[in-house]
């Protein structure tokens, strides 16, 4: 986004601020609306206030982070990341975090965590070594259940998110099922990606069925209906989010994330409008 239309964006996300009461008022009672915050990745450095005094305005009251480093988010550290979002109305509900850092200072990660208010913890992402024979699969498993207890220890909860090559074989067997298997369901939950299982050309609601509560998070994004390979904003593409959130109760969801990595137009905008949509269906 060029420098002017993010200053403009900025000052419509401050005269927004105004609006935010109503915004909380029609989200009573229903499920809260979260954004990961990757989403924003292109602009919310330029202006990380700015950016997310823009998220509030749009009604969204939960945040997934990614980045996290040395006690500190966006630059920021997290006290002072999360006290900002308070004065916001938003909850810190998540963060994504790399399997290497499991290995590292872990317990001060999740202690972050917990001093932030957030409840899950979770990887995002497996590089090809992490998953190179079904003996390596099942020992990153283990290491993900390992680094689970020591997040329970700081009350958070430990999830997997999923991209399409967790539904590629690793020797006769399904990734994906795999990690089911050997993933502990009282340490670990899953946070589904909808769009890369449908990606993949999986069912996500066969998958519900099947594996009954343990998907209790989601990613919301959509697909493009001309080009599998790109995001559309929310609604307006080929996924039918309608049905998906009448099988929320099979699936366990507790807590749902809009996220894309591609736009139609720009990233500001695409999670404006799916934020938006959003709220015409829960």
């Known amino acids: 986004m060029k420098r002017r239309k993010f200053i403009q964006t900025s000052a419509i996300a401050a005269a927004g601020m105004l609006t935010l009461p109503s915004f909380f008022a029609e989200a009573k009672g229903k499920k809260a609306i979260g954004l990961q915050l990757y989403t924003l990745r292109d602009v919310i450095m330029n202006d990380v206030k700015g950016t997310l005094a823009a998220v509030a305005s749009w009604g ?8 996290y480093a040395d ?3 966006f630059g920021m550290p ?3 990341f999360s006290a ?3 004065s916001l109305g938003i909850k810190v509900a998540s963060g994504h ?4 850092l499991l290995s590292g200072d872990w317990d001060k990660a999740c202690a972050d965590a917990q001093s932030m208010g957030q409840e899950y913890v979770v990887v995002p992402w497996l590089d090809k070594q992490y998953y190179s024979s079904l003996d390596e699969l099942k020992r990153t498993c283990e290491k993900i259940n390992k680094a689970a207890v020591v997040a ?3 009350k958070v909860r430990m999830g997997y998110h999923n991209h399409a090559f967790e539904f590629e074989q690793v020797e ?5 099922d795999v990690m089911l298997e050997e993933l502990d369901p009282k340490l670990v939950g899953m946070e589904m990606d909808l769009y890369w299982v449908v990606n993949a050309n999986q069912d996500p609601i066969k998958y519900f069925e099947k594996y009954p509560g343990r998907f209790e998070l989601w990613h919301v994004k959509d697909m493009d209906k001309n080009k599998r390979e790109n995001n559309a904003d929310v609604g307006t593409g080929s996924i039918d989010f309608v049905s998906l959130f009448k099988a929320a109760k099979k699936s366990g969801l507790k807590k749902f994330f809009v996220e894309q990595e591609t736009y139609p137009s720009d ?3 695409s999670a404006e409008n799916s934020i938006k949509y959003m709220k015409t269906i829960l």
């Open 60 to 67: 969204c009251t939960e945040v997934e982070t990614y980045g």
């Open 152 to 154: 329970k220890k700081y």
């Open 172 to 176: 006769g067997r399904v990734m994906f």
């Open 97 to 100: 975090y790399g399997i290497d």
């Open 71 to 73: 006690g500190k988010l």
């Open 84 to 86: 900002y979002l308070q």
């Open 267 to 269: 990233p500001m905008r």
């Open 78 to 80: 997290v006290s002072e």
